[in-house]
């Protein structure tokens, strides 16, 4: 039986370029604070995909989701979207995280030690 290849998948290799080179700021912000395994030796990847969904951030080893919210997600279908999202990703074992855009700007420090609160290996 052949099993369907679920993570990072060639269909989204073009969308997962884009986004990561179409990024906002508040992407481009913490993606500064958490490359180069700079947040406590964990490597995170920028627009990882799994399944169809492509994730803000990803470690790996923790198996930690980190998405940064615009206004889109603050609206009754991005709210829907989000939520279904969530339950499928913890149901392939894979913590989900969530942060308004300002946050990075405002309290970049709350924001990394929040993301440090849930590292569990």
Known sequence: MKHEQLYNKP??????KKLRNNGTAAEA???TMLNNK???GRKFRRQYSVDKYILDFYCTSERLCIELDGADHYTTA???YDQERTVYLNSQ??????FENQEVFKHPEAVLE?????FVR
């Open 78 to 80: 991005g709210f829907a």
């Open 114 to 118: 929040e993301i440090k609160r849930h």
């Open 38 to 40: 700079q947040l406590e």
């Open 29 to 31: 912000t913490l993606w």
């Open 11 to 16: 269909g989204l290799k073009e969308l997962r």
């Open 93 to 98: 074992n894979i913590r989900v995280i969530r």
